[in-house]
């Protein structure tokens, strides 16, 4: 069951989104390859399963392929002897017991099984499958890898909760696991991509090192040999690499969202009451996802462009649709005219639906960012974190008795508080005892115990507390940082762009530190590759251009060397050649251990406009900053 090697991908394969990826394995891979006589069969899945399917497929397009049922493994469900049944569970000896039991009475449950499993099988298992009176009912045996969430169009979460204790404790005892777990997941997302990509790390801190490393091992004994694709590339980062971005306020609109309302960050459900239009609130349960239109294009645009954006949307909206024109009791004098408002009523309501909620949402999220008062501790924190203020000038060290009033305005959440305070410390590269004695002070911040110890727990991610720490930049480059970012934004509190952007510009230019982010193979083994298949790759694409009856070069992507512009591909000195392709070539999938946050994903996707590459990001969870506090304070320490 070992997969040696992958087909190259297609000149077209790599615009398909991760969400499409996963959701044509589950419906080709697995579903369609199920042929039974009858046409129909039963599909089986396991608590873990349940979150991967619905995170990429509707239950319609399921049940379209044939699947007349859906169950789940865990729960009592009635025999159904004459059906076939669909397995898609994870390769763990709970659900595996469960199946052989289902295949063990008196009457077996279904007709046969088709075992589907999202990870890789061991040796354990194959064995206790073999064992078992489950064997001669096996029709079907696979590994499918795909033991991920595909949150987003270009985002994944591993959902693993435990993931940010696992890792950053120190006496946590199923690290290792967490590590290797962590390790086979990335796999199956490399796999369901068709890549086998260059891996680097960020060695500041040992998860990373540790995942990348374990990563690679992976790539080595699965795939012995599949040629490295060297335009494809994972960056293994923890969230040590960028502990600000964890705790700053955005006002992009999905981070605020996430941030200051009561969005849930596993399942993406936001619940709300809004009129039903007969004058009674009505409670709401929405999905904040890709499928609601607006969510998709706004969802990180700036809060004050999203309800600008929006109003006038909707009052364009309103004066197009000819169900409003009637709603307002303008009279269908034609059978065409009448045919036009049926035609849109049920678009109508459904994006005014859509409408309302965002209209909703965002004014909430105004709401809090005015009842909070956070316009001026945010205008702090992007001048601790910028290093320089809205004039660009740099701001040096901060004195304590500017934040002291933003620490006892009552107004602002204790978790608000707690994020200044920290992203203080961060910023200022520690303080001194007397200014920590007095911070921590009940008096003066309202600190809690676990408040604290999420304080004294930022040490476990490589900030010290002490002052006079950390690298700092000179002047000159906080004064080039400050005029670049001033001509990027609109907005004065959105200078602060996350660490993730720089780090994936200078890898793909090749200028990213090689000691500060080195690779899990030797340099010279990568430049090798490179020069291989930069030397294949005009021959390959020309092959592929050919067959779709265009000319490689009139279709603008004949290579000229050392062009040393974004979105190119790797030359032989691991430097880019220039591309005119509107496709992405290769992929670059950014790697968050112990989480990735959203103001974070927001830069995947601005990358991936502007370097022409298929950027991916995720992490082993999604964070929002408050459960980024929270995991903080829960990390333990060795007994001393």
């Given at each position: 069951?070992?997969?040696?090697?992958?087909?190259?991908?297609?000149?077209?394969?790599?615009?398909?989104?991760?969400?499409?990826?996963?959701?044509?394995?589950?419906?080709?891979?697995?579903?369609?390859?199920?042929?039974?006589?009858?046409?129909?069969?039963?599909?089986?899945?396991?608590?873990?399963?349940?979150?991967?399917?619905s995170s990429a497929c509707r239950m319609f397009d399921v049940v379209e392929k044939g699947v007349t049922l859906v169950?789940?493994?865990?729960?009592?469900?009635?025999?159904?002897?004459?059906?076939?049944?669909?397995?898609?569970?994870?390769?763990?000896?709970?659900?595996?017991?469960?199946?052989?039991?289902?295949?063990?009475?008196?009457?077996?449950?279904?007709?046969?099984?088709?075992?589907?499993?999202?990870?890789?099988?061991?040796?354990?298992?194959?064995?206790?499958?073999?064992?078992?009176?489950?064997?001669?009912?096996?029709?079907?045996?696979?590994?499918?890898?795909?033991?991920?969430?595909?949150?987003?169009?270009?985002?994944?979460?591993?959902?693993?909760?435990?993931?940010?204790?696992?890792?950053?404790?120190?006496?946590?005892?199923?690290?290792?696991?967490?590590?290797?777990?962590?390790?086979?997941?990335?796999?199956?997302?490399?796999?369901?991509?068709?890549?086998?990509?260059?891996?680097?790390?960020?060695?500041?801190?040992?998860?990373?090192?540790?995942?990348?490393?374990?990563?690679?091992?992976?790539?080595?004994?699965?795939?012995?040999?599949?040629?490295?694709?060297?335009?494809?590339?994972?960056?293994?980062?923890?969230?040590?690499?960028?502990?600000?971005?964890?705790?700053?306020?955005?006002?992009?609109?999905?981070?605020?969202?996430?941030?200051?309302?009561?969005?849930?960050?596993?399942?993406?459900?936001?619940?709300?009451?809004?009129?039903?239009?007969?004058?009674?609130?009505?409670?709401?349960?929405?999905?904040?996802?890709?499928?609601?239109?607006?969510?998709?294009?706004?969802?990180?645009?700036?809060?004050?462009?999203?309800?600008?954006?929006?109003?006038?949307?909707?009052?364009?909206?309103?004066?197009?649709?000819?169900?409003?024109?009637?709603?307002?009791?303008?009279?269908?004098?034609?059978?065409?005219?009448?045919?036009?408002?049926?035609?849109?009523?049920?678009?109508?309501?459904?994006?005014?639906?859509?409408?309302?909620?965002?209209?909703?949402?965002?004014?909430?999220?105004?709401?809090?960012?005015?009842?909070?008062?956070?316009?001026?501790?945010?205008?702090?924190?992007?001048?601790?974190?910028?290093?320089?203020?809205?004039?660009?000038?740099?701001?040096?060290?901060?004195?304590?008795?500017?934040?002291?009033?933003?620490?006892?305005?009552?107004?602002?959440?204790?978790?608000?508080?707690?994020?200044?305070?920290?992203?203080?410390?961060?910023?200022?590269?520690?303080?001194s005892p007397a200014d920590c004695d007095r911070l921590m002070s009940p008096d003066v911040a309202n600190i809690t115990?676990?408040?604290?110890?999420?304080?004294?727990?930022?040490?476990?991610?490589?900030?010290?507390?002490?002052?006079?720490?950390?690298?700092?930049?000179?002047?000159?480059?906080?004064?080039?940082?400050?005029?670049?970012?001033?001509?990027?934004?609109?907005?004065?509190?959105?200078?602060?762009?996350?660490?993730?952007?720089?780090?994936?510009?200078?890898?793909?230019?090749?200028?990213?530190?090689?000691?500060?982010?080195?690779?899990?193979?030797?340099?010279?083994?990568?430049?090798?590759?490179?020069?291989?298949?930069?030397?294949?790759?005009?021959?390959?694409?020309?092959?592929?251009?050919?067959?779709?009856?265009?000319?490689?070069?009139?279709?603008?992507?004949?290579?000229?060397?050392?062009?040393?512009?974004?979105?190119?591909?790797?030359?032989?000195?691991?430097?880019?050649?220039?591309?005119?392709?509107?496709?992405?070539?290769?992929?670059?999938?950014?790697?968050?251990?112990?989480?990735?946050?959203?103001?974070?994903?927001?830069?995947?996707?601005?990358?991936?406009?502007?370097?022409?590459?298929?950027?991916?990001?995720?992490?082993?969870?999604?964070?929002?900053?408050?459960?980024?506090?929270?995991?903080?304070?829960?990390?333990?320490?060795?007994?001393?």
């Open positions: 069951l070992q997969i040696t090697e992958f087909p190259r991908p297609g000149l077209f394969d790599v615009m398909q989104n991760l969400r499409e990826k996963v959701s044509k394995v589950f419906l080709e891979d697995v579903v369609d390859a199920v042929k039974t006589a009858s046409g129909w069969k039963v599909m089986i899945v396991d608590k873990r399963t349940t979150r991967v399917l169950e789940k493994l865990e729960v009592s469900r009635q025999p159904l002897p004459d059906m076939e049944a669909i397995y898609l569970v994870s390769p763990s000896h709970v659900s595996l017991n469960q199946i052989i039991e289902d295949f063990s009475g008196k009457r077996n449950k279904y007709l046969c099984a088709h075992l589907f499993f999202t990870d890789h099988i061991d040796q354990a298992v194959m064995e206790k499958i073999k064992n078992s009176k489950l064997l001669p009912y096996v029709k079907t045996l696979k590994e499918v890898y795909v033991d991920f969430l595909p949150i987003a169009s270009q985002a994944f979460s591993l959902d693993l909760d435990d993931s940010f204790h696992a890792l950053f404790s120190e006496d946590a005892r199923w690290r290792q696991e967490t590590v290797s777990n962590i390790a086979n997941q990335l796999y199956g997302l490399c796999h369901t991509l068709k890549i086998k990509p260059i891996v680097r790390y960020h060695a500041a801190h040992r998860a990373s090192g540790e995942i990348a490393q374990k990563l690679q091992e992976t790539f080595d004994f699965r795939m012995p040999h599949a040629e490295v694709s060297p335009h494809d590339l994972v960056l293994v980062l923890d969230r040590a690499t960028d502990v600000p971005s964890a705790l700053v306020h955005e006002f992009t609109y999905e981070a605020m969202a996430y941030d200051l309302l009561d969005v849930d960050v596993k399942t993406a459900q936001y619940t709300y009451t809004a009129d039903n239009g007969t004058g009674k609130a009505e409670t709401k349960r929405v999905i904040l996802d890709e499928r609601d239109s607006i969510w998709r294009e706004k969802r990180h645009r700036h809060i004050a462009d999203v309800i600008t954006e929006i109003i006038h949307e909707f009052n364009d909206f309103l004066a197009k649709n000819k169900a409003s024109e009637v709603q307002k009791g303008k009279q269908v004098e034609s059978i065409r005219e009448l045919g036009e408002v049926v035609r849109s009523m049920p678009q109508y309501r459904e994006l005014l639906a859509k409408f309302s909620l965002h209209v909703h949402l965002s004014n909430e999220c105004m709401g809090q960012f005015n009842e909070r008062a956070l316009e001026a501790l945010a205008g702090l924190e992007q001048d601790m974190v910028c290093g320089f203020d809205v004039n660009g000038k740099p701001t040096g060290k901060v004195p304590l008795s500017t934040i002291l009033p933003l620490l006892q305005d009552s107004r602002s959440l204790p978790t608000d508080r707690l994020r200044l305070l920290m992203l203080y410390i961060v910023s200022q590269h520690g303080v115990e676990a408040m604290q110890k999420a304080i004294h727990n930022l040490t476990l991610l490589n900030v010290s507390l002490e002052v006079g720490s950390g690298p700092k930049l000179s002047k000159k480059e906080l004064k080039a940082r400050a005029k670049k970012r001033k001509d990027a934004v609109s907005y004065d509190l959105s200078r602060f762009e996350p660490r993730v952007k720089e780090i994936v510009q200078h890898a793909l230019e090749d200028s990213l530190d090689k000691k500060e982010f080195p690779f899990t193979r030797g340099e010279h083994e990568i430049i090798a590759a490179r020069a291989a298949a930069d030397s294949a790759h005009i021959n390959v694409d020309t092959h592929a251009a050919s067959s779709i009856g265009r000319s490689f070069r009139t279709r603008g992507v004949q290579q000229e060397r050392n062009s040393g512009v974004p979105g190119a591909t790797w030359t032989e000195q691991g430097r880019f050649a220039r591309q005119n392709a509107a496709e992405p070539q290769g992929h670059i999938i950014v790697f968050f251990a112990g989480g990735v946050m959203h103001n974070e994903i927001r830069c995947a996707y601005e990358l991936q406009k502007t370097l022409r590459r298929r950027v991916i990001i995720g992490g082993s969870l999604v964070l929002t900053p408050e459960g980024f506090v929270q995991e903080l304070s829960a990390l333990t320490r060795a007994p001393m």
